[in-house]
């Protein structure tokens, strides 16, 4: 017996959507938020102004001490426990670093190499055809990886990846410089200058890439054809 498929509506569009929506917006949440960008920012705000104020020790104290408050704070309001616990993780081994080496630009030394890594990761899925905008965007949004079965999909993801592979690369180049320098005050602008603000950026190339795929899987049959 032939099984008539009806075409979809526009309400089944629009519900599926927000569902994209949802799990997108849980992906965030699962970062932390917006408000866990802003929290993210402030021990590194405090431990650039205290050591210009009082000195290292003093710096180290108040980032570790307010990243604590933060973590407290978030669990506190039964917020994920994930980023506030990472946060606090983060802090508390590049101040780790700093008291140890005595030396304040120490502090940024994690992350200067932490983007060097980045870079390379996203650059060397590119290279192995596993782009990681795409991975995880799909992965975090629950889409299977279907996306690869088609080359236009990869190739969006492939942007995407280098977008923020050239982000990773454009951190590390410039706070190498600034850490060589022994500027720690414009090391702390530009770890806030060229972290999130950038890192939207990059997410905005992934939701166009995301976008684009999705429309060119809805079009070749692959949408809603399953995992693999």
Same mark, same amino acid.
């Given at each position: /017996?032939?099984?008539?498929?009806?075409?979809?509506?526009?309400?089944? /569009?629009?519900?599926?959507?927000?569902?994209?929506?949802?799990?997108?917006?849980?992906?965030?949440?699962?970062?932390?938020?917006?408000?866990?960008?802003?929290?993210?920012?402030?021990?590194?705000?405090?431990?650039?102004?205290?050591?210009?104020?009082?000195?290292?020790?003093?710096?180290?104290?108040?980032?570790?001490?307010?990243?604590?408050?933060?973590?407290?704070?978030?669990?506190?309001?039964?917020?994920?426990?994930?980023?506030?616990?990472?946060?606090?993780?983060?802090?508390?081994?590049?101040?780790?670093?700093?008291?140890?080496?005595?030396?304040?630009?120490?502090?940024?030394?994690?992350?200067?190499?932490?983007?060097?890594?980045?870079?390379?990761?996203?650059?060397?899925?590119?290279?192995?055809?596993?782009?990681?905008?795409?991975?995880?965007?799909?992965?975090?949004?629950?889409?299977?990886?279907?996306?690869?079965?088609?080359?236009?999909?990869?190739?969006?993801?492939?942007?995407?990846?280098?977008?923020?592979?050239?982000?990773?690369?454009?951190?590390?180049?410039?706070?190498?410089?600034?850490?060589?320098?022994?500027?720690?005050?414009?090391?702390?602008?530009?770890?806030?200058?060229?972290?999130?603000?950038?890192?939207?950026?990059?997410?905005?190339?992934?939701?166009?890439?995301?976008?684009?795929?999705?429309?060119?899987?809805?079009?070749?049959?692959?949408?809603?054809?399953?995992?693999?």
């Amino acid at each position: /017996m032939k099984t008539t498929t009806f075409p979809e509506t526009a309400t089944d /569009m629009q519900a599926k959507r927000t569902t994209d929506d949802r799990k997108q917006a849980s992906a965030l949440d699962r970062a932390g938020g917006t408000k866990g960008l802003v929290y993210s920012a402030l021990p590194v705000v405090a431990f650039v102004v205290a050591n210009n104020v009082r000195g290292l020790k003093v710096a180290i104290i108040a980032s570790v001490a307010l990243a604590v408050g933060i973590a407290a704070e978030r669990l506190t309001r039964k917020e994920s426990i994930q980023p506030a616990l990472g946060g606090l993780f983060g802090v508390a081994i590049a101040a780790g670093i700093s008291w140890y080496t005595g030396s304040a630009k120490d502090y940024f030394l994690i992350g200067i190499w932490g983007s060097l890594a980045g870079a390379v990761l996203f650059l060397a899925s590119v290279l192995a055809r596993w782009p990681l905008a795409g991975v995880l965007w799909n992965s975090a949004t629950g889409k299977g990886s279907i996306w690869r079965a088609d080359r236009h999909s990869r190739l969006y993801y492939d942007v995407a990846t280098l977008v923020l592979a050239f982000i990773f690369g454009a951190r590390f180049v410039v706070q190498r410089y600034l850490y060589e320098a022994d500027e720690v005050g414009s090391l702390g602008f530009a770890k806030l200058a060229m972290g999130y603000p950038l890192l939207a950026l990059g997410l905005l190339v992934v939701a166009w890439a995301a976008r684009c795929s999705d429309k060119r899987l809805k079009a070749v049959g692959l949408r809603h054809a399953g995992r693999s």
